[in-house]
């Protein structure tokens, strides 16, 4: 079920809302927990129980590990935890990646219905990744001594299926509501405030996201193989793809604070960024962060020889590639951003420093860009291709009528995200809300636009047909 959808806005989250807040607290998480699995349960009714024995596991397991702790029986019930997460995993969505490397090698000129070995063909439960983290480091963390251990099957079941955050992020780490999970507070302000953040987020995914989702799709059918609707394409992609990703993460905030969490923010404008470094403070906080807490840092992190410096860098983006994606366009992008990484730590850095502040945000924003066109292809050849097209090697033509045509027709769209992209509308709300008469306007202006905004979503989902999620698929 989307967020951003007829059934969840006008059906299922009413009734979630109304069940909640008329039990007791006591049974607030069973309610939770229960309508979560039925949001999984509406998309992924057979995976659902892949979700179910993931959480038992996760659950199970931390029990030797909180109980043994500081003794090997602990270590070796945290390897069994890691080796079971990885393991499922692993299974839904490498297994036919790692077939395909192993027919390749035994049978390299045979095609798929002569391989030796069968894909298995798995459907890759939706969220996944996602809710194999959050399991993964609650037993890292209470082996570590960060956390304590949750007796309650209902609230941790409660934690890993939130259905807020199920499928598509951010990664919440259990030490961040293991508080609010046995005792949260419940305010009109606070559900104002989420309910703001959500309707924010939702129409950043409907009214931008969307439409220039629709651009990349017109793009890739079209043929067209001028340098300026390469260029369209690769713009359009870049802003589709954070206010997608962007606007999922605000619409679970803002979900998470109506029923008392407090999720930690998950983008901060990473198209500012003046690094690739910066970028990746600001893009996918929780991903990032989690890769450096339970990866980077256990394998030394920056406190080791240079070479093994560079080596755990390499590493932690590999496995970010990968982790995005069983292809190896996902583990080209990861790797990309690893070289990049190396080289700013060893010399860019400094380099930067001397040269005028909009030099390295250019580089930045024409990397990241190139990036992009690496996640959203088919393949490493499809993406070298387009990238060939940028820079005109390749292209049928550097303008064609086709490409003005949807330059012209776009072009507000694009305005409007590129500025949306940036602090400056959020600047400008906030130097009016200091300000008397603004501060008045703004009491007015808020609920208008929240109200404006349901109201367009909700006539674009009952017209429009593309719809997607970008993050679903990991």
Not at 95 to 112: K, Y
Not at 134 to 150: E, M, T, V
Not at 313 to 325: E, M, N, Q
């Amino acid at each position: 079920m989307l967020f951003s959808s007829i059934p969840f806005l006008y059906y299922f989250l009413p009734v979630v809302l109304v069940l909640y807040f008329a039990v007791p607290f006591k049974a607030k998480n069973l309610v939770l927990l229960a309508t979560s699995l039925f949001f999984y349960f509406w998309g992924e009714p057979v995976y659902v129980f892949v979700l179910l024995a993931s959480t038992l596991i996760g659950w199970a397991f931390g029990f030797p590990i909180d109980r043994y702790r500081g003794r090997k029986a602990s270590k070796v019930a945290l390897i069994g935890s890691i080796v079971v997460g990885i393991g499922l995993l692993a299974v839904f969505k490498y297994s036919d990646f790692f077939i395909s490397i192993v027919n390749g090698i035994i049978a390299p000129s045979a095609g798929p219905a002569e391989a030796p070995i069968r894909l298995l063909g798995l459907a890759l439960p939706i969220g996944i990744s996602f809710y194999t983290f959050q399991n993964l480091s609650y037993s890292i963390d209470l082996y570590r001594g960060n956390a304590k251990l949750q007796r309650s099957l209902i609230n941790f079941a409660t934690y890993v299926a939130l259905f807020p955050q199920l499928v598509a992020g951010p990664i919440v780490r259990y030490t961040t509501v293991a508080n609010e999970l046995g005792g949260r507070k419940h305010s009109f302000e606070d559900f104002a405030l989420g309910a703001s953040r959500f309707v924010i987020g939702l129409g950043k995914k409907v009214l931008i996201s969307n439409l220039l989702g629709e651009l990349c799709e017109i793009y890739k059918r079209s043929g067209d193989s001028s340098v300026l609707y390469t260029w369209l394409y690769v713009l359009a992609f870049a802003l589709h793809i954070y206010f997608d990703f962007s606007g999922y993460s605000d619409m679970a905030i803002g979900l998470g604070r109506v029923f008392g969490f407090r999720f930690l923010e998950n983008f901060n404008y990473p198209y500012i960024a003046s690094s690739i470094t910066d970028f990746w403070r600001r893009w996918h906080i929780s991903l990032s962060s989690w890769f450096r807490d339970y990866i980077y840092i256990p394998l030394g992190g920056n406190r080791v020889s240079k070479s093994r410096h560079i080596l755990n860098i390499l590493v932690v983006w590999f496995l970010t590639g990968f982790w995005h994606g069983a292809g190896w366009n996902f583990i080209a992008w990861g790797m990309f951003f690893g070289i990049l990484l190396i080289a700013e730590k060893n010399f860019l850095l400094k380099a930067y420093d001397r040269l005028p502040k909009a030099i390295p945000r250019i580089i930045m924003g024409l990397a990241v860009m190139l990036s992009w066109v690496l996640f959203d292809a088919a393949s490493i050849t499809e993406a070298l291709n387009r990238i060939g097209l940028m820079f005109g090697f390749g292209a049928s033509s550097l303008v064609s009528e086709q490409s003005l045509y949807y330059a012209r027709s776009y072009l507000v769209p694009l305005i409007v995200a590129v500025i949306g992209s940036t602090p400056f509308p959020k600047r400008m709300v906030e130097r009016l809300s200091g300000k008397g008469k603004g501060e008045l306007a703004l009491t007015f202006l808020q609920p208008l636009t929240v109200a404006v905004l349901i109201i367009s979503v909700t006539a674009y989902l009952i017209d429009g047909s593309f719809n997607p999620f970008i993050y679903f698929r990991f």
